[in-house]
């Protein structure tokens, strides 16, 4: 076999494997997390906060019908969850504790209380809560206190109930469950038993949800509405599933098109797409292999490689002539096309990094994806060709450009004159603004985040961005630093700060409070004197309360209830959210519900004055993150500016052709970034990498118009290159602009301005060869 032929089933081979791993490896990941710095503050904080109770939780809403209708279709999908072993907990106002947890809570009732205190078991004490049970034995809705009157009189059961279902508080009753404010929607809440990290059993939860719904509201005329962080993450990759398959499909359409008007031949269409076809798998198995995942936002922006793969095998096919084979023209601009790819790559070192994960993965994808792309141009394509076929003649469009006519060169350096001004009142007019905000970064759509705002809303649920994490050696030292907490975050929930919030001292008190509430109980001698005082003259028959005498002396001798008895029962999950252990220790997260004061909540946690407690605002913290790595992307940015000068000098040995080469990057860069600004963007991370993208194809565009070697001929070859490969690209990023997806949709807006105005300007910037070429035409017509 010869060479060729072995090189191109090595090329297939590659192609294969890739896809191999595309198709059975792959794994989609939408997590923001991966945008912060790995081991830093606020990518720990994200990983507690979707290990924690607010990372599983599930918000669930029933529009349409009628309220009666929503009732019960809230109790009928309530019901099946409860039977889905994938929750371990479903509320909606009307749900009644098991047996089992009953029973768990009732016989640690006195040492879980967080209601008494020296008085309540005096004959003042005990009178007052009797005279309030029979207040409560009057109305209907009493069936579990008169059931346990005898054993609890003084009311310990219902409270402890109520704070094992949660902490915050409660939205409106209506018809027996929880509805919205405005009564158009029923509520329920649900906690997952998977992970918020957990993609796979957060998708199979949202799958339960919409199978139960059908199951309950067989009738129709209702609408559900589901939210949540592992929900949002499920909908956001599917989303961007979607958005990557419609981008890569309109992309292929419009290149196919272009391709065809261009060269006229299916084969050579064909041929041409090979190399996206062999790229963009290349990367995504390179991606899969080296992270372990793939971030949404890099299969997003991987598929507009399609149009910028495109690039070097255009160069080669435009440039070919009737008097020259593809081998022959290929050695002829194999330079140019390896310091083309050469500068582009540059511009990715600066966000290569081991500490941000998903831009070094933009980075590897990219640089992946254009080396296979060199290589198939260089290695494959020419043997592919047909070895008589020649690119059609140059149409009277490309005649009628303006390299072809040097008068029309001076009137497009008049129009750059007048864009020069126009960049620089859009500069002035609308400045250039950085986003630091986290939530810039993230893929979800608009819709998605406004549906978790106003289910949260309805229901007080936890912000997933605020909590107050607690650092501790051991559970002892965890949950008491809860208890102190939470004591301090309920004077905050009286005063306004706060709706609610959930701890995990309000589910297992420290073995220290359990201590000191034992020693409020009093001797049996004791509490059945006060007992029988505090009945005189109250309806209750003699000896009724004796199973509470006895709960009493059973409960001075217990033994405190620890982690480790709680977290093997029914009520384990409930706890192992809120409490959990990690690689240094055990982390308590506290979720917090509406915080309207985070400053007050801030410096109530401080007033602590323990170190391994803090409040954590992650939206403020992630913001800081942003932009401390913002500052690091620009100085990478210099260190990669001056590099490339360095190679560009290097290749081109003259500082003023490198000049010439890098001020339509220059002013291509300003106009771009001044677009984006009139737009109302902030400039965010991802603006950085189009930006990063805009300069290497602009310094491409610069040094093919730059050569000083082409005449007419090549020259007009040279520029329906440029436009072929410039229109190729549009093609892509253009469609990227339209996308549904913000971060997208912004990364295509900067790539579509910044090409359309580096082709622009690097075709106008005056250049020796072209001044060589217009002496040389001027001497031609005088002859």
Same mark, same amino acid.
């Given at each position: 076999?010869?060479?060729?032929?072995?090189?191109?089933?090595?090329?297939?081979?590659?192609?294969?494997?890739?896809?191999?791993?595309?198709?059975?490896?792959?794994?989609?990941?939408?997590?923001?997390?991966?945008?912060?710095?790995?081991?830093?503050?606020?990518?720990? =904080?994200?990983?507690? $906060?979707? &290990?924690?109770?607010?990372?599983?939780? *599930?918000?669930? +809403?029933? !529009?349409?019908?009628? #309220? @009666?209708?929503?009732?019960?279709?809230?109790?009928? =999908?309530?019901?099946? $969850?409860? &039977?889905?072993?994938?929750?371990?907990? *479903?509320?909606? +106002?009307? !749900?009644?504790?098991? #047996? @089992?947890?009953?029973?768990?809570?009732?016989?640690?009732?006195?040492?879980?209380?967080?209601?008494?205190?020296?008085?309540?078991?005096?004959?003042? +004490?005990?009178?007052?809560?009797?005279?309030?049970?029979?207040?409560?034995?009057?109305?209907?809705?009493?069936?579990?206190?008169?059931?346990?009157?005898?054993?609890?009189?003084?009311?310990?059961?219902?409270?402890?109930?109520?704070?094992?279902?949660?902490?915050?508080?409660?939205?409106?009753?209506?018809?027996?469950?929880?509805?919205?404010?405005?009564?158009?929607?029923?509520?329920?809440?649900?906690?997952?038993?998977?992970?918020?990290?957990?993609?796979?059993?957060?998708?199979?939860?949202?799958?339960?949800?919409?199978?139960?719904?059908?199951?309950?509201?067989?009738?129709?005329?209702?609408?559900?509405?589901?939210?949540?962080?592992?929900?949002?993450?499920?909908?956001?990759?599917?989303?961007?599933?979607?958005?990557?398959?419609?981008?890569?499909?309109?992309?292929?359409?419009?290149?196919?098109?272009?391709?065809?008007?261009?060269?006229?031949?299916?084969?050579?269409?064909?041929?041409?797409?090979?190399?996206?076809?062999?790229?963009?798998?290349?990367?995504?198995?390179?991606?899969?292999?080296?992270?372990?995942?793939?971030?949404?936002?890099?299969?997003?922006?991987?598929?507009?490689?399609?149009?910028?793969?495109?690039?070097?095998?255009?160069?080669?096919?435009?440039?070919?002539?009737?008097?020259?084979?593809?081998?022959?023209?290929?050695?002829?601009?194999?330079?140019?096309?390896?310091?083309?790819?050469?500068?582009?790559?540059?511009?990715?070192?600066?966000?290569?990094?081991?500490?941000?994960?998903?831009?070094?993965?933009?980075?590897?994808?990219?640089?992946?994806?254009?080396?296979?792309?060199?290589?198939?141009?260089?290695?494959?394509?020419?043997?592919?060709?047909?070895?008589?076929?020649?690119?059609?003649?140059?149409?009277?469009?490309?005649?009628?450009?303006?390299?072809?006519?040097?008068?029309?060169?001076?009137?497009?350096?008049?129009?750059?004159?007048?864009?020069?001004?126009?960049?620089?009142?859009?500069?002035?007019?609308?400045?250039?603004?950085?986003?630091?905000?986290?939530?810039?970064?993230?893929?979800?759509?608009?819709?998605?985040?406004?549906?978790?705002?106003?289910?949260?809303?309805?229901?007080?649920?936890?912000?997933?961005?605020?909590?107050?994490?607690?650092?501790?050696?051991?559970?002892?030292?965890?949950?008491?630093?809860?208890?102190?907490?939470?004591?301090?975050?309920?004077?905050?929930?009286?005063?306004?700060?706060?709706?609610?919030?959930?701890?995990?001292?309000?589910?297992?008190?420290?073995?220290?409070?359990?201590?000191?509430?034992?020693?409020?109980?009093?001797?049996?001698?004791?509490?059945?004197?006060?007992?029988?005082?505090?009945?005189?003259?109250?309806?209750?028959?003699?000896?009724?309360?004796?199973?509470?005498?006895?709960?009493?002396?059973?409960?001075?001798?217990?033994?405190?209830?620890?982690?480790?008895?709680?977290?093997?029962?029914?009520?384990?999950?409930?706890?192992?959210?809120?409490?959990?252990?990690?690689?240094?220790?055990?982390?308590?997260?506290?979720?917090?519900?509406?915080?309207?004061?985070?400053?007050?909540?801030?410096?109530?946690?401080?007033?602590?004055?323990?170190?391994?407690?803090?409040?954590?605002?992650?939206?403020?913290?992630?913001?800081?993150?942003?932009?401390?790595?913002?500052?690091?992307?620009?100085?990478?940015?210099?260190?990669?500016?001056?590099?490339?000068?360095?190679?560009?000098?290097?290749?081109?040995?003259?500082?003023?052709?490198?000049?010439?080469?890098?001020?339509?990057?220059?002013?291509?860069?300003?106009?771009?970034?001044?677009?984006?600004?009139?737009?109302?963007?902030?400039?965010?991370?991802?603006?950085?990498?189009?930006?990063?993208?805009?300069?290497?194809?602009?310094?491409?565009?610069?040094?093919?118009?730059?050569?000083?070697?082409?005449?007419?001929?090549?020259?007009?070859?040279?520029?329906?290159?440029?436009?072929?490969?410039?229109?190729?690209?549009?093609?892509?990023?253009?469609?990227?602009?339209?996308?549904?997806?913000?971060?997208?949709?912004?990364?295509?807006?900067?790539?579509?301005?910044?090409?359309?105005?580096?082709?622009?300007?690097?075709?106008?910037?005056?250049?020796?060869?072209?001044?060589?070429?217009?002496?040389?035409?001027?001497?031609?017509?005088?002859?």
């Amino acid at each position: 076999m010869r060479r060729p032929g072995i090189v191109i089933l090595i090329w297939l081979g590659c192609v294969l494997a890739s896809m191999g791993v595309v198709v059975f490896r792959t794994t989609l990941t939408s997590d923001a997390s991966q945008f912060l710095p790995n081991h830093s503050a606020g990518a720990e =904080l994200l990983s507690d $906060l979707y &290990a924690s109770a607010a990372g599983r939780i *599930v918000l669930i +809403g029933l !529009e349409g019908g009628t #309220p @009666d209708a929503r009732a019960q279709a809230s109790r009928r =999908l309530a019901d099946s $969850l409860r &039977a889905n072993g994938l929750f371990v907990r *479903v509320a909606n +106002g009307a !749900e009644q504790p098991g #047996p @089992d947890e009953q029973q768990a809570l009732f016989a640690r009732r006195y040492l879980f209380s967080d209601r008494l205190d020296p008085r309540t078991f005096t004959a003042e +004490g005990l009178r007052a809560a009797l005279q309030e049970r029979l207040r409560e034995l009057q109305s209907p809705a009493s069936a579990l206190g008169k059931k346990m009157l005898s054993q609890d009189p003084t009311g310990e059961l219902l409270p402890l109930l109520r704070r094992w279902l949660g902490g915050y508080r409660q939205p409106r009753m209506r018809l027996g469950v929880w509805f919205s404010p405005d009564g158009e929607r029923a509520l329920l809440l649900a906690e997952t038993r998977a992970s918020g990290l957990d993609t796979e059993g957060q998708a199979a939860a949202a799958q339960a949800i919409d199978a139960a719904f059908a199951e309950s509201a067989p009738e129709g005329g209702l609408t559900l509405l589901s939210t949540g962080p592992g929900v949002i993450a499920s909908l956001t990759a599917r989303t961007i599933r979607h958005e990557a398959e419609w981008l890569s499909a309109g992309a292929s359409v419009l290149v196919l098109l272009l391709l065809t008007a261009a060269y006229r031949s299916p084969r050579i269409v064909l041929l041409n797409l090979l190399a996206p076809l062999s790229a963009i798998p290349v990367a995504i198995a390179a991606v899969q292999l080296s992270f372990g995942s793939i971030h949404a936002i890099t299969l997003g922006f991987g598929c507009t490689l399609l149009g910028l793969s495109v690039d070097y095998p255009i160069h080669l096919l435009s440039r070919m002539n009737r008097t020259e084979a593809a081998m022959v023209t290929l050695r002829r601009i194999w330079p140019m096309l390896l310091l083309c790819a050469a500068t582009t790559m540059i511009g990715y070192l600066p966000m290569v990094s081991r500490s941000f994960p998903s831009l070094t993965q933009l980075a590897l994808f990219s640089v992946v994806g254009l080396a296979t792309t060199l290589a198939f141009t260089r290695c494959i394509l020419p043997h592919l060709l047909p070895a008589t076929w020649r690119p059609p003649e140059a149409s009277s469009l490309w005649r009628a450009a303006f390299l072809d006519d040097p008068s029309l060169i001076g009137r497009a350096a008049v129009c750059l004159c007048v864009l020069v001004p126009a960049v620089v009142s859009l500069v002035v007019v609308a400045p250039a603004r950085w986003q630091n905000d986290i939530a810039a970064l993230s893929p979800v759509p608009p819709a998605i985040l406004a549906r978790d705002a106003a289910l949260r809303s309805d229901l007080q649920a936890p912000e997933p961005g605020q909590m107050i994490v607690i650092r501790a050696p051991d559970t002892e030292t965890a949950l008491a630093s809860s208890e102190r907490v939470a004591a301090r975050l309920a004077q905050a929930v009286q005063a306004g700060s706060l709706a609610g919030f959930d701890a995990p001292s309000l589910a297992l008190p420290s073995v220290a409070m359990q201590r000191s509430r034992q020693a409020l109980l009093p001797e049996q001698s004791v509490l059945e004197a006060a007992l029988a005082e505090a009945q005189q003259g109250l309806p209750f028959r003699p000896g009724l309360f004796t199973p509470f005498v006895e709960a009493i002396a059973r409960s001075r001798s217990a033994d405190p209830v620890t982690y480790d008895d709680i977290i093997q029962t029914s009520l384990g999950p409930r706890l192992g959210t809120l409490l959990f252990p990690r690689d240094d220790g055990w982390t308590a997260i506290l979720p917090l519900a509406a915080v309207h004061d985070p400053a007050g909540i801030a410096s109530l946690v401080a007033g602590l004055g323990d170190p391994g407690v803090r409040f954590v605002d992650l939206r403020g913290e992630t913001n800081r993150l942003i932009g401390e790595f913002r500052n690091e992307v620009m100085a990478g940015l210099a260190v990669g500016a001056c590099l490339l000068f360095a190679v560009l000098c290097a290749s081109l040995r003259s500082w003023r052709r490198t000049l010439v080469v890098l001020v339509p990057v220059a002013v291509a860069l300003v106009a771009d970034l001044a677009i984006v600004s009139l737009l109302g963007q902030r400039l965010s991370l991802f603006h950085i990498i189009a930006v990063l993208l805009v300069a290497g194809t602009t310094v491409d565009y610069a040094l093919f118009f730059n050569r000083c070697d082409l005449d007419t001929a090549d020259r007009q070859r040279n520029l329906r290159a440029l436009l072929l490969c410039w229109s190729a690209s549009l093609s892509g990023f253009g469609l990227l602009a339209l996308s549904s997806v913000p971060v997208l949709q912004a990364i295509g807006t900067t790539l579509v301005a910044g090409l359309t105005v580096g082709l622009l300007v690097a075709a106008v910037v005056p250049q020796p060869g072209l001044r060589r070429w217009r002496r040389g035409l001027t001497s031609h017509r005088i002859q």
